[in-house]
């Protein structure tokens, strides 16, 4: 699927990717499936890959790989205790 193939897409592809699932997980009923979908590991291993900061958008959001996957993480782990495990 979508999330195992991440690691093979361009880096400007993975942030608009990453973009997508910060805002998912803002969606309560969401949550289980992304975290089923194997999404964590993904993301934590994204937020190790040195990628290229491409700045702010004009609302003042983060644009780079890493913070939208800490956004996300962040998102995923605030109404679950077993997921902040």
């Not at 999404?39 to 644009?63: A, W």
């Amino acid at each position: 699927g979508l999330v195992a193939s991440m690691e093979f897409l361009p880096p400007e592809l993975i942030l608009e990717i990453c973009k997508i699932f910060t805002e998912l997980t803002q969606e309560p009923f969401v949550l289980n499936m992304m975290e089923n979908s194997g999404l964590v590991p993904v993301m934590v291993h994204h937020m190790t890959v040195p990628q290229m900061e491409v700045g702010e958008s004009p609302d003042g959001e983060p644009q780079d790989v890493c913070s939208q996957c800490l956004l996300a993480l962040s998102n995923l782990c605030k109404l679950s205790r077993p997921r902040q495990e």
